[in-house]
């Protein structure tokens, strides 16, 4: 997915603050998976799929730019109740044909709750082919 970055995403680094691309995440996953939660008018469903834990490694400083970044989003992993997502914020393209610049690497752990209980509820059959359909390695994380 491509998005702008905004001039509000800015902070007084000059660049993409961190909390933006926690949007920037939110926004991707959830226009690959519009139905987490959701049905097609908007309206709550039964279950909800909720963030867990996000980690997240920031390699290169994202300057406000006119030009589009792409918000790439896998599905590394499916487990019963729980489902991961990989992530990377990049150029759309390289220029001139070089390497596209990584300005974010992530990964979440979100967890599918029935919406009366709170209480983990697993996938159906279903729901599992749609996060099959985006398979992808996890992202490796260099951590501390």
């Known amino acids: 997915m491509t998005m702008q970055v905004r001039w509000s995403d800015v902070d007084l680094f000059a660049h993409v603050n961190n909390a933006a ?3 920037f995440l939110d926004d991707a996953r959830f226009a690959l998976f519009p ?15 909720v963030v867990v834990k996000h980690e997240i490694e920031y390699l290169a400083p994202l300057p406000f730019r006119s030009e589009p970044i792409a918000v790439d989003v896998w599905v590394p ?3 019963r109740s729980s489902v991961d997502f990989g992530y990377e914020v990049l150029d759309v393209a390289g220029a001139g044909g070089a390497e596209p610049v990584v300005y974010l690497r ?7 709750l029935d919406r009366g ?10 729901e599992r082919a749609v ?7 996890a992202p490796v994380l260099h951590g501390w």
Do not use: I, K, N
Not at 106 to 112: G, H, I, N
Not at 117 to 126: A, G, I, K
């Open 21 to 23: 691309y926690l949007r």
């Open 35 to 49: 139905s987490m939660g959701v049905d097609a008018a908007g309206r709550p469903t039964d279950s909800l799929l």
């Open 77 to 79: 992993r499916t487990g």
């Open 106 to 112: 992530a990964r979440s752990r979100m967890v599918q």
């Open 117 to 126: 209980s709170h209480q983990p509820r697993p996938f159906t059959p279903e």
């Open 131 to 137: 996060f099959e359909t985006y398979p992808g390695e």
